[in-house]
């Protein structure tokens, strides 16, 4: 109940966003959480206007966005700046993440406040998924077919569950309203979440770049911060405003120019690119059933990070050098498996991203632990020669 009354007082903004103590040395790191919501804002508000234009039928969806593209005023700008604020909002989303992992934000007293990011990250990834298959294209009809039918392998139940997703046998103009429908309420639902969010932090304050508790340190978030804040905005918007008027289509695959065509397959079906590390993990192994849950999983382990970590003795991960070196192992993991999730199935593609899959569960299960422990150790050994000093 305190996080429901926290998640209210949010409105109240001279509590919330003049007022607010936080650690004087944060960096431009800790600006992609602002960001983050900049962008889902943009989502929410561009997704509307296209809304009021686009036809959910397999027959008109392709036609309506052509209509959007071409036929209303600056119809175009706002599709563009619909479907590339989605790259920008997951990228914002991506780095926040990996800044938390990196500066120990995740541990106590803000396990909470990691666990409700991965929530709002996973309902991130639906909602995504949803707004892909809207456009009709090629790509996201055979986007739509493969992974709706990954649920199928589900024991007893997935193909009832397939049949209630679908509305019938096959992907269809149910499907279409049904997709429709989800996309449009579930970033309302995001932004409601992102509240509970920002109440959470509240509540544990937040962390800053040496990692340690800064009582005494602490300044009032406006002007400094919301000064930051309002130059990292205006630095995105330059970027976003740059490729939505010289490149954009630049982030979009080229077959979802193309209208869905039943009779034909592509030989290479990917998703978005921000998207393509967890279809890596997917396709490397050859199991339906099992790559779906290997895929889940690669997601609800991140919960588990707080806990698996929890004994350190430095948070920040600039004070600590084994944690540190897995931690960028683990970046260009992600980044490598991002690679291979846009090339073809074929070797050696097929056996890079397995191994890649499993340095992923390796380096959180057993490395990021052993970290821990190697980086006690050093901390330990340096105490002791200073003291010995």
């Not at 049904?178 to 409601?192: E, G, W």
């Not at 982030?251 to 009779?263: C, E, K, R, S, V």
């Not at 084994?322 to 980044?335: G, M, Q, R």
């Amino acid at each position: 109940m305190r996080y429901w009354y926290k998640s209210l007082n949010l409105l109240n903004l001279k509590h919330s966003y003049i007022l607010y103590k936080t650690p004087s040395n944060l960096t431009y790191w800790w600006n992609f959480g602002v960001l983050s919501l900049y962008f889902l804002i943009i989502q929410i508000i561009t997704g509307i206007f296209l809304a009021m234009f686009y036809d959910p039928s397999i027959l008109n969806a392709f036609i309506s966005i052509m209509y959007i593209n071409n036929e209303i005023y600056y119809g175009w700008w706002i599709r563009a700046l619909h479907a590339n604020g989605a790259s920008f909002f997951f990228l914002c989303v991506y780095i926040h993440m990996f800044r938390a992992l990196y500066y120990g934000s995740f541990l106590y007293p803000r396990q909470l406040l990691w666990t409700s990011g991965i929530f709002l990250f996973l309902l991130m990834i639906i909602t995504a998924f949803l707004g892909y298959v809207l456009p009709w294209g090629q790509m996201s009809y055979r986007g739509a077919m493969v992974i709706t039918s990954l649920l199928s392998s589900i024991p007893l139940i997935g193909n009832d569950i397939v049949f209630l997703l679908w509305g019938g046998f096959t992907i269809e103009d149910a499907t279409l309203h049904r997709f429709y429908a989800l996309h449009f309420a579930l970033p309302f639902i995001l932004l409601f979440l992102s509240i509970i969010h920002i109440s959470l932090l509240h509540e544990a304050g937040s962390t800053n770049n040496i990692g340690t508790p800064s009582i005494y340190e602490n300044i009032v978030f406006t002007p400094y911060f919301i000064l930051k804040d309002i130059l990292s905005i205006l630095l995105c918007l330059i970027i976003i405003l740059y490729i939505n008027y010289t490149f954009p289509d630049m982030l979009g695959h080229t077959l979802n120019y193309q209208i869905a065509n039943f009779l034909v397959t592509p030989s290479h079906i990917v998703p978005e690119w921000y998207l393509l590390f967890f279809y890596a993990i997917l396709r490397a192994i050859p199991n339906k059933l099992l790559g779906f849950i290997v895929m889940i999983l690669s997601i609800f382990i991140l919960l588990f990070i707080p806990y698996i970590m929890k004994n350190g003795i430095i948070r920040s991960g600039s004070f600590r050098p084994c944690h540190k070196l897995f931690f960028w192992i683990f970046v260009v993991i992600c980044i490598l498996l991002a690679w291979i999730g846009g090339l073809p199935v074929i070797e050696p593609y097929l056996t890079i991203g397995r191994v890649l899959s499993v340095l992923y569960f390796v380096n959180i299960i057993i490395l990021f632990p052993l970290a821990i422990l190697v980086d006690k150790v050093i901390y330990d050994v340096y105490n002791m020669n200073r003291n010995n000093k």
